[in-house]
């Protein structure tokens, strides 16, 4: 079966130090991979997702970048973090753009 | 701009009393998916609707696709504290070349018991 890690669960970071979420996914090969942000625990917002190794697209233009160096895993960066970085964040993995999307458990990250 | 509408935003309803929260699409979906997501947890997908007027139950829990396969809705009958959390609506949209699944803003369901 398909299981998908995130981690860290939690994290508090000062203003301007970097970021770096990671995800990875298995049990599967070539999946689309997603990460979200849910701020103020409301609506889902796609930041980056990717089609495979090299390939993210990024729906939002802002503080942070996506990798992915392997096929499975997926990574959120962010050079210097700002307050309005706060938030939930979710990796995610579809088998393809318009499938069921399976969410990690998500990462709380505080910016302070 | 967001072309999955949801509403109602919040639902505050009594233990045992019915709930709906509906989803309206400006373009016709090819299919529509509901999402639950618990407070603290992550959304866990609930179901998927593929057909023109389709009608799928789980439980108390019943899930309608219009016959236009514009809009969607997700009723509870008498809901229990075990349904609280947000619900979410999602279709897929063409952009940039490809679908990608778009997720609704969501209704938070509170249940008093």
């Known amino acids: ?112 | 701009g967001q072309q999955v509408m949801q509403i109602p935003q919040y639902q505050h309803v009594q233990e045992g009393e019915d709930f709906t929260t509906y989803c309206n699409s400006s373009t016709t979906l090819s299919n529509i998916q509901w999402y639950k997501q618990r407070p603290g947890g992550h959304p866990v997908f609930l179901i998927q609707l593929v057909k023109s007027g389709e009608v799928k139950k789980q439980k108390r829990l019943t899930f309608q696709f219009g016959e236009a396969k514009k809009n969607s809705s997700l009723h509870i009958t008498a809901t229990q504290t075990t349904d609280v959390g947000t619900y979410f609506c999602a279709g897929p949209y063409s952009g940039a070349g490809s679908y990608q699944l778009t997720f609704g803003k969501g209704t938070k369901l509170s249940v008093i018991p």
């Open chain 1, 1 to 112: 079966s398909q299981t998908i890690h995130q981690w860290p669960a939690t994290l508090v970071q000062p203003v301007g130090s970097p970021l770096s979420l990671e995800c990875t996914v298995e049990g599967t090969s070539n999946p689309n991979l997603y990460w979200y942000r849910q701020a103020a625990g409301r609506g889902l917002q796609l930041l980056f997702y990717s089609v495979g190794i090299g390939q993210i697209s990024s729906e939002v233009p802002q503080n942070l970048s996506a990798s992915r160096p392997q096929d499975r895993q997926f990574i959120l960066s962010s050079k210097k973090l700002l307050l309005s970085d706060s938030g939930f964040y979710l990796c995610a993995w579809s088998y393809g753009g318009a499938d069921t999307i399976y969410f990690g458990e998500g990462s709380w990250l505080t910016v302070v």
